[in-house]
């Protein structure tokens, strides 16, 4: 006869292994937004040279109310002009279902922008069209860059 112990230990041991090979399984079945969208963001030469700023962060906010696009300044004159451009702010949609946004909220400008320096903008996320875990699209100036992962 087996002492006790040992066997509620390896009872222990093949509850803990089914949960966890459950846990795997349950996240490659529910795809990306389950692991969240990671990686780098894309880059796009084509945007880059339009606005001056390269994107390197998208997130969402603000109890999903808020989506925030960090980007970093690489032409301050180009810059300074997208940043301005309230009429035309870039417009972020979502790659997974209808829908995006391009109410921007906040967009600081009248200050010297300096490259490699870091600024962002702050878009209402209307009807929850960005979310967390996927990817989007950002377009602007006839430009896109395509598989924006949010945070």
Known sequence: MMPRRFVLNVVLLAVVAVLAAMCAVLALRLGPEARGATGPVPRSAGLEKVTGVRISRVAVVGDGGLVTVFYVVLDPEKAS??????????????????????????????????????YYLVYQNTGNAVRSGETITLTYGGRALHHVPVL
Not at 97 to 106: F, L
């Open 81 to 118: 002009r997208f940043q301005a451009d309230r009429e035309h702010s870039p417009r972020l949609s979502s790659e997974r279902r209808d829908g995006g946004t391009q109410r921007t909220s906040i967009m600081r400008t009248g200050h010297q922008m300096r490259a490699g320096q870091t």
